[in-house]
């Protein structure tokens, strides 16, 4: 089972590829105006 406790390295890691997912999707939607 896999604890709920994240490292601090892997929480940054994690938000920053959620961030930069976030940033493409929004890229492609301007893209389309």
């Keep these: 089972m896999k604890s709920h ?3 601090p ?3 940054k890691k ?3 590829d959620e961030n930069t ?3 493409k999707k929004f890229k492609k939607l ?3 105006y």
């Design 5 to 7: 406790f994240e490292k």
């Design 9 to 11: 390295s892997e929480r």
């Design 14 to 16: 994690r938000e920053k």
């Design 21 to 23: 997912r976030r940033v």
């Design 30 to 32: 301007k893209a389309r």
